[in-house]
């Protein structure tokens, strides 16, 4: 009897089996509709345009776009006090994102799907959202730092512009023919031949340039390297050109000509000859006025060592998100696209290169960024007290050499003494 049972059953399983494979998908249970809140600063109808697109592909998935029109605080605000699945912020508020508990961390697992396609992003993309060994973000976008040079004031003054293969030489040739503080030829107005300030991050780009550094390792610093012969011949260089060559306007002087915004003012009124600034900001994109002069965009000077300096932004999954795995299934989508990069370099080689984006961004400029996002300079989002301790050690003596016109060697010596200290284990 037990065998009869058990053959009959068996029957009616191979006789469904047929039926089951034909029925329709359709009639297949759906997946339960989800919501995701996207949020990221300013208006980004190219975002608008590829959610619709993810929706398409995944009919159960609706985006919900939440632009934050304000500064950065105003995102952490609304992550902060909002339903956020997903979002995309730079890497200034990663400490306070993760001190305050507010994203997931990634694992190896999760990020499977960007196995396949992890060597195709530009050195150091992921390691700068990497803290502590753990993973929090995954590259949305890169930002460099490139030359400009105000092709209007080089026209008017028969000036040649140089090449992408420019150097050290170069530089302070051209922007010697450039520099008219006192005033141009037949106007008052003012041309500084290179907008610079002793605490931004120029006199560090250009120590690193030159071969040298502020410490040995600057993702696991052991040591301060203020004396090496090659950080004070770069910082030596960089003082001359205020004492020296006279290309760069000290502080007081720049805010009598440019009183409301300094170098921000003196850039977009035509008042700077050249100045370093980010990928982003060309044509005052990301600035409340737009440039209103002709310019051109060089990569960084050439010297002892190719590298670019450079930050990350990043997408972010919140740990109040009830989606998480469709959030990540978002951002593999929007990883293939370098439309979701904006105004910022795609992360990956294959689509920064692409003829599409060269088209959109201008084949030059397209460029210029992928050369210097090749060997990659990133400051870890977290600093150290030690590294940030050598930091202001740094600046202090950098801002006394130029403000005391003093030898540099002398000064940085000094300062390799106090930024040891920081090392020594109590």
């Not at 009616?12 to 329709?24: N, R």
């Not at 020296?244 to 915004?261: C, I, M, N």
């Not at 696209?337 to 030059?364: F, I, M, N, V």
Request: with cysteine; glycine share 6%.
């Amino acid at each position: 009897m037990f065998r009869r049972i058990v053959l009959a059953l068996m029957s009616v399983i191979l006789t469904l089996l047929p039926l089951s494979a034909c029925v329709p998908k359709m009639m297949m249970p759906a997946s339960e509709p989800v919501t995701l809140t996207v949020a990221y600063r300013g208006e980004r109808p190219e975002m608008k345009a590829l959610f619709e697109r993810f929706t398409q592909a995944h009919p159960n998935i609706k985006v919900q776009a939440l632009e934050v029109t304000g500064p950065g605080a105003d995102l952490r605000r609304t992550i902060a006090a909002s339903e956020v699945d997903l979002f995309r912020d730079s890497r200034d508020s990663l400490s306070y994102y993760i001190s305050s508990n507010l994203i997931r961390p990634l694992d190896e697992m999760q990020l499977m799907d960007w196995a396949d396609i992890r060597d195709d992003y530009f050195p150091n993309t992921w390691e700068a959202l990497n803290v502590g060994g753990q993973q929090w973000g995954i590259p949305a976008g890169v930002d460099v730092l490139v030359a400009y040079i105000n092709l209007d004031q080089a026209s008017a003054l028969g000036v040649a512009v140089p090449n992408n293969n420019w150097d050290l030489f170069d530089f302070l040739d051209v922007t010697n023919k450039l520099n008219f503080p006192e005033g141009l030829p037949n106007s008052s107005a003012r041309l500084f031949g290179f907008c610079t300030s002793p605490t931004s991050m120029d006199p560090i780009v250009f120590v690193y340039l030159h071969g040298g550094g502020i410490v040995d390792n600057i993702n696991d610093p052991k040591r301060p390297t203020l004396d090496d012969p090659r950080t004070v011949e770069a910082v030596q260089w960089y003082a001359d050109l205020f004492n020296r060559y006279g290309v760069a306007p000290k502080a007081d002087l720049l805010r009598q000509a440019f009183p409301r915004y300094g170098i921000t003012e003196a850039q977009v009124r035509g008042g700077c000859a050249v100045w370093l600034g980010q990928y982003s900001t060309r044509g005052g994109r990301n600035m409340p006025i737009e440039w209103t002069i002709k310019w051109k965009m060089l990569p960084l000077p050439k010297d002892a060592v190719q590298a670019g300096f450079g930050d990350v932004e990043g997408y972010f999954i919140t740990t109040k998100s009830a989606h998480p795995k469709e959030a990540l299934l978002l951002a593999r989508y929007l990883a293939d696209s370098w439309q979701a990069a904006g105004g910022l370099l795609p992360p990956r080689r294959s689509l920064a290169t692409s003829k599409d984006y060269a088209k959109a961004a201008g084949e030059e400029m397209a460029t210029i960024a992928v050369s210097q996002s090749e060997n990659l300079i990133v400051v870890p989002a977290v600093l150290s007290a030690s590294l940030e301790g050598v930091g202001q050690i740094f600046f202090n003596a950098l801002t006394t050499i130029i403000n005391e016109d003093l030898d540099a060697a002398s000064v940085l010596g000094e300062a390799q003494a106090r930024a040891e200290a920081l090392f020594k284990k109590p």
